[in-house]
């Protein structure tokens, strides 16, 4: 129904209530019973105990407990201790993190309002607010939150901000007048107020239309419910990477188990031996060692304001094409600012953005200080009701956007409060959004009388016969309201909000007739007001679009304002990148997803169109970043691929929708954090490829082994000693390096690209057959050299294994040659190899240690012998260098 469109019977008969009386309680009880409680649904949230177990069920982990299992029932307790330690550890952290997550519903209930002042068979009464019901006629006054969606049948000067539903700042005046338009947005129906918004000003009664889910809230509650997280990228990517570790694992156990068998090894022993080369083959500290690269990401994040409430989003930003931001205060200031003055038939650039008091005007690039400036702001100052107080060294603004602007330039003029001091407001005649204008009457010391009027130039200037210029009031002519005009279309050409002012001398006769006061204005200038770009927007979009990276505008706002903004930030150049809801809502969703990629600018959106431009981006291919700060941006924020929401500026429902909570609400840290994500993703790839290159090395070892027949040359439990320690600190030192220099230069890692892409598969592979090779060679060595200490060969091929290893970490710096970077650049590398050096020092001379892991003390000539044999891959393929 399309109650914006009804007038005031029309609407009592379709409701079937009354606006002096209102419904009756018995009818009231009976549509309650009928349509349920004025609340909107939560969607049932899952136990606790099923949230742990969901944390199991990833086929990783499942087979890492099946072999935890075997190697129980064979006696090999440590390896399944250690094996479930690390499973505990990964589904804790998973297990807390999505306990925190899916709070949105429960924010969004918060926003109702816990009494409504209904009209009930002629009595007002106070009732709570979900017990309102379709009819009933409500009360409406100044810092009331609107419980239902309703239609406004009277009104007094009343304004309702709606930033929660259209992340607009500016309240918007309403009107109890039908609209006969068709087809428009519910951020264009004035006559209408809608549930979890504010009154900010004025008074007014409105009968109820829809409740609970049936309102636009609950429209984007049910939207909210009914959307799927996507996986991250990298999710995908290590799911991917976790059932080919798998593949293969089982593959090499097989093969193991049968050539043991077949060469006449006991069953027992290859069984054994092939639960071994499993645990070898899947590097259990992976997922650890994942969670805490992203952990220290989240740590640089919050120095760069932005705290992270998802690890894999980190990642996931480094991965995006495609930014769909908000408008105002993420491109924008958020603060309303007068950009241009014209008085005395001279325009006029005014300086400082935002609620900066400083600033200089100017005429044609040279400053001015022209009297009427200060005139026309004083006139300003005078006719508002917005302050600005200095508290605790603080400059504190309050009142309507517009008046605080119209203030912040007073003070560019030097004008403050002291400056009213002369003057005192006798009289007002309150702004309407019919009349669209305020008018104060003032007496200044001398007793002289005059009225203030400011409001919008086509209401004011056909009341105007007069014009305000440098010899003083003079008769308005023809040429002078053709140049106002003219002024008044090139201000909203870009996008400025138009304010004129106008001022009138007065008899002791016309302050007895209100209605004469407002006509026979004398003009004095005319305030061009916007919200003005961030100054560092610019560049960090330029930043992203060198990176590969599209920034899309999406915005509740007109399109005229949004076009303006977006060629402002070099967004766009031509008008057809432009689209509206309205002609959103003529295409079909194939015609959206045909047309997407030539779009940089959504105006006048809702929240289900942002949803759908969220999926069309997703359909063709993009990862996508979605910025939003009110309610109607949950639902996008959640179908996205990562949601990034307003930390001043948000509602509580965006921030437990997103992934990502902007400090600042700036979008130049969005491009700090894309470089952070690009750097994390890098890392990740870094001690990927060291953690199974040395995988690889210690598989082909055993493999090779018992192939030539020779005895298995590394034990169970030395295995998952150097996945543990010797791997796990280099690795997790790795995920601390820095960028290099070119990684925003680069383009968005393809959608479908793999974790092995880009040749990582094959260094993984030529590393650790070398790395293999060079620990077989050492432990063929030992073993012929003196047949009967296996322990010692032993302990010389676990020697080699893990120096191989250490010294291979520095080639994993970077894809191009272990020449390319400084291998001292990364302190914690070097502490890092330093400790795991120590810790295979201790194990090899220390008794204790001796007996658990079957080593004996190495001689120092075999020692330097073993770390020759271990520099031997490293350096052979340094020299090989690679492009990246």
């Given at each position: 129904?399309?109650?914006?469109?009804?007038?005031?019977?029309?609407?009592?008969?379709?409701?079937?209530?009354?606006?002096?009386?209102?419904?009756?309680?018995?009818?009231?009880?009976?549509?309650?019973?009928?349509?349920?409680?004025?609340?909107?649904?939560?969607?049932?949230?899952?136990?606790?105990?099923?949230?742990?177990?969901?944390?199991?069920?990833?086929?990783?982990?499942?087979?890492?407990?099946?072999?935890?299992?075997?190697?129980?029932?064979?006696?090999?307790?440590?390896?399944?201790?250690?094996?479930?330690?690390?499973?505990?550890?990964?589904?804790?952290?998973?297990?807390?993190?999505?306990?925190?997550?899916?709070?949105?519903?429960?924010?969004?209930?918060?926003?109702?309002?816990?009494?409504?002042?209904?009209?009930?068979?002629?009595?007002?009464?106070?009732?709570?607010?979900?017990?309102?019901?379709?009819?009933?006629?409500?009360?409406?006054?100044?810092?009331?939150?609107?419980?239902?969606?309703?239609?406004?049948?009277?009104?007094?000067?009343?304004?309702?901000?709606?930033?929660?539903?259209?992340?607009?700042?500016?309240?918007?005046?309403?009107?109890?007048?039908?609209?006969?338009?068709?087809?428009?947005?519910?951020?264009?129906?004035?006559?209408?107020?809608?549930?979890?918004?504010?009154?900010?000003?004025?008074?007014?009664?409105?009968?109820?239309?829809?409740?609970?889910?049936?309102?636009?809230?609950?429209?984007?509650?049910?939207?909210?419910?009914?959307?799927?997280?996507?996986?991250?990228?990298?999710?995908?990517?290590?799911?991917?990477?976790?059932?080919?570790?798998?593949?293969?694992?089982?593959?090499?156990?097989?093969?193991?188990?049968?050539?043991?068998?077949?060469?006449?090894?006991?069953?027992?022993?290859?069984?054994?031996?092939?639960?071994?080369?499993?645990?070898?083959?899947?590097?259990?500290?992976?997922?650890?060692?994942?969670?805490?690269?992203?952990?220290?990401?989240?740590?640089?994040?919050?120095?760069?304001?932005?705290?992270?409430?998802?690890?894999?989003?980190?990642?996931?930003?480094?991965?995006?094409?495609?930014?769909?931001?908000?408008?105002?205060?993420?491109?924008?200031?958020?603060?309303?600012?007068?950009?241009?003055?014209?008085?005395?038939?001279?325009?006029?650039?005014?300086?400082?953005?935002?609620?900066?008091?400083?600033?200089?005007?100017?005429v044609n690039q040279q400053k001015t200080q022209h009297r009427l400036i200060k005139e026309a702001l004083l006139y300003g100052m005078l006719c508002s009701h917005a302050s600005i107080k200095k508290q605790k060294n603080k400059w504190v603004m309050d009142g309507d956007p517009t008046e605080i602007a119209l203030l912040v330039a007073a003070h560019k003029a030097n004008l403050n409060e002291q400056s009213l001091q002369s003057y005192r407001i006798i009289d007002e005649i309150a702004f309407d959004?019919?009349?669209?204008?305020?008018?104060?009457?003032?007496?200044?010391?001398?007793?002289?009388?005059?009225?203030?009027?400011?409001?919008?130039?086509?209401?004011?200037?056909?009341?105007?016969?007069?014009?305000?210029?440098?010899?003083?009031?003079?008769?308005?002519?023809?040429?002078?309201?053709?140049?106002?005009?003219?002024?008044?279309?090139?201000?909203?050409?870009?996008?400025?909000?138009?304010?004129?002012?106008?001022?009138?001398?007065?008899?002791?006769?016309?302050?007895?007739?209100?209605?004469?006061?407002?006509?026979?204005?004398?003009?004095?200038?005319?305030?061009?007001?916007?919200?003005?770009?961030?100054?560092?927007?610019?560049?960090?979009?330029?930043?992203?679009?060198?990176?590969?990276?599209?920034?899309?505008?999406?915005?509740?706002?007109?399109?005229?304002?949004?076009?303006?903004?977006?060629?402002?930030?070099?967004?766009?150049?031509?008008?057809?990148?432009?689209?509206?809801?309205?002609?959103?809502?003529?295409?079909?969703?194939?015609?959206?997803?045909?047309?997407?990629?030539?779009?940089?600018?959504?105006?006048?959106?809702?929240?289900?169109?942002?949803?759908?431009?969220?999926?069309?981006?997703?359909?063709?291919?993009?990862?996508?970043?979605?910025?939003?700060?009110?309610?109607?941006?949950?639902?996008?924020?959640?179908?996205?691929?990562?949601?990034?929401?307003?930390?001043?500026?948000?509602?509580?429902?965006?921030?437990?929708?997103?992934?990502?909570?902007?400090?600042?609400?700036?979008?130049?840290?969005?491009?700090?954090?894309?470089?952070?994500?690009?750097?994390?993703?890098?890392?990740?790839?870094?001690?990927?490829?060291?953690?199974?290159?040395?995988?690889?090395?210690?598989?082909?070892?055993?493999?090779?082994?018992?192939?030539?027949?020779?005895?298995?040359?590394?034990?169970?439990?030395?295995?998952?000693?150097?996945?543990?320690?010797?791997?796990?600190?280099?690795?997790?030192?790795?995920?601390?390096?820095?960028?290099?220099?070119?990684?925003?230069?680069?383009?968005?890692?393809?959608?479908?690209?793999?974790?092995?892409?880009?040749?990582?598969?094959?260094?993984?592979?030529?590393?650790?057959?070398?790395?293999?090779?060079?620990?077989?060679?050492?432990?063929?060595?030992?073993?012929?050299?003196?047949?009967?200490?296996?322990?010692?060969?032993?302990?010389?091929?676990?020697?080699?294994?893990?120096?191989?290893?250490?010294?291979?970490?520095?080639?994993?710096?970077?894809?191009?040659?272990?020449?390319?970077?400084?291998?001292?650049?990364?302190?914690?590398?070097?502490?890092?190899?330093?400790?795991?050096?120590?810790?295979?020092?201790?194990?090899?001379?220390?008794?204790?240690?001796?007996?658990?892991?079957?080593?004996?003390?190495?001689?120092?000539?075999?020692?330097?012998?073993?770390?020759?044999?271990?520099?031997?891959?490293?350096?052979?393929?340094?020299?090989?260098?690679?492009?990246?």
């Open positions: 129904m399309k109650w914006y469109q009804l007038n005031e019977r029309e609407l009592m008969d379709k409701l079937s209530t009354n606006q002096v009386k209102g419904i009756t309680d018995d009818i009231a009880a009976a549509r309650l019973k009928k349509f349920g409680l004025n609340q909107l649904n939560q969607k049932q949230r899952s136990s606790l105990l099923f949230l742990f177990l969901k944390q199991f069920q990833d086929f990783m982990v499942l087979v890492l407990l099946a072999a935890t299992l075997l190697s129980g029932l064979l006696g090999e307790y440590v390896d399944a201790i250690a094996i479930i330690v690390i499973v505990l550890m990964n589904s804790i952290l998973g297990f807390f993190q999505e306990q925190k997550a899916e709070k949105s519903l429960a924010k969004l209930k918060e926003l109702s309002a816990p009494v409504a002042h209904v009209l009930r068979s002629g009595e007002w009464k106070a009732i709570p607010s979900t017990d309102v019901v379709v009819g009933d006629i409500i009360k409406l006054s100044s810092g009331d939150r609107i419980v239902a969606d309703m239609r406004i049948i009277n009104e007094r000067s009343l304004e309702i901000e709606e930033s929660a539903l259209t992340g607009e700042s500016v309240p918007v005046n309403k009107t109890a007048n039908k609209i006969d338009e068709d087809h428009i947005e519910f951020a264009d129906q004035h006559n209408m107020a809608y549930m979890g918004t504010l009154v900010t000003k004025g008074s007014g009664l409105a009968v109820v239309v829809a409740t609970g889910m049936e309102t636009v809230m609950g429209q984007i509650a049910d939207l909210l419910v009914n959307t799927k997280a996507q996986p991250t990228p990298l999710e995908r990517r290590l799911e991917s990477l976790g059932k080919i570790l798998i593949v293969i694992a089982l593959f090499l156990t097989a093969m193991v188990v049968a050539v043991g068998i077949w060469q006449g090894h006991p069953l027992y022993d290859m069984f054994l031996s092939g639960i071994s080369l499993a645990v070898a083959a899947i590097p259990e500290g992976l997922p650890a060692i994942v969670t805490v690269a992203l952990s220290l990401g989240v740590q640089r994040m919050i120095k760069k304001k932005a705290i992270v409430r998802k690890l894999s989003a980190v990642e996931t930003l480094g991965n995006t094409t495609v930014i769909c931001s908000d408008k105002t205060g993420t491109l924008t200031e958020n603060k309303m600012t007068v950009k241009q003055l014209y008085t005395n038939h001279q325009l006029m650039e005014v300086t400082g953005d935002g609620h900066e008091l400083k600033g200089n005007f100017y959004s019919d009349r669209k204008r305020m008018t104060v009457i003032v007496e200044d010391d001398s007793k002289r009388r005059f009225a203030i009027t400011k409001g919008a130039p086509d209401v004011l200037l056909p009341r105007t016969n007069y014009i305000l210029d440098e010899q003083g009031r003079r008769p308005i002519t023809s040429k002078d309201s053709n140049k106002i005009n003219q002024q008044i279309d090139d201000m909203a050409a870009n996008a400025l909000r138009t304010i004129a002012i106008c001022i009138k001398p007065l008899s002791t006769e016309s302050l007895r007739n209100h209605q004469s006061i407002e006509n026979n204005l004398t003009f004095v200038g005319l305030a061009g007001i916007i919200d003005p770009p961030r100054k560092e927007v610019k560049q960090a979009i330029k930043a992203c679009k060198d990176a590969g990276i599209k920034t899309v505008m999406i915005t509740g706002d007109h399109a005229k304002t949004a076009t303006a903004i977006a060629k402002q930030l070099h967004l766009i150049n031509k008008e057809d990148a432009v689209l509206t809801g309205f002609q959103l809502n003529q295409m079909s969703d194939q015609a959206l997803s045909e047309k997407i990629d030539d779009i940089y600018v959504f105006a006048r959106v809702t929240p289900t169109h942002k949803l759908r431009i969220v999926q069309a981006l997703q359909q063709k291919g993009h990862i996508v970043a979605m910025t939003g700060d009110g309610v109607n941006d949950a639902p996008a924020l959640k179908a996205s691929d990562i949601g990034i929401s307003m930390g001043i500026a948000g509602t509580d429902v965006a921030k437990e929708a997103s992934s990502l909570v902007l400090l600042d609400d700036n979008f130049i840290t969005i491009e700090a954090a894309i470089k952070e994500g690009r750097n994390i993703y890098e890392n990740i790839r870094k001690f990927i490829r060291y953690l199974l290159a040395s995988n690889v090395g210690e598989i082909l070892v055993m493999l090779f082994a018992i192939m030539l027949s020779y005895p298995l040359p590394l034990i169970p439990v030395q295995i998952l000693w150097v996945n543990l320690v010797t791997d796990g600190l280099p690795a997790m030192a790795l995920g601390l390096d820095q960028p290099e220099k070119n990684v925003m230069k680069m383009p968005p890692r393809p959608v479908k690209e793999g974790i092995f892409s880009r040749g990582l598969g094959v260094k993984i592979l030529t590393r650790g057959f070398m790395i293999g090779l060079v620990t077989l060679f050492a432990f063929m060595t030992a073993y012929q050299n003196d047949p009967l200490h296996l322990t010692y060969a032993r302990t010389i091929a676990f020697t080699t294994l893990v120096m191989a290893q250490l010294i291979h970490v520095f080639d994993c710096r970077s894809e191009r040659s272990v020449f390319a970077r400084n291998p001292f650049q990364n302190l914690y590398l070097i502490i890092a190899v330093i400790s795991s050096i120590a810790l295979l020092l201790v194990v090899i001379y220390y008794p204790p240690l001796q007996i658990i892991f079957e080593t004996l003390p190495i001689r120092l000539n075999d020692l330097i012998y073993v770390i020759s044999m271990a520099a031997i891959p490293t350096v052979l393929f340094g020299f090989i260098p690679t492009k990246k």
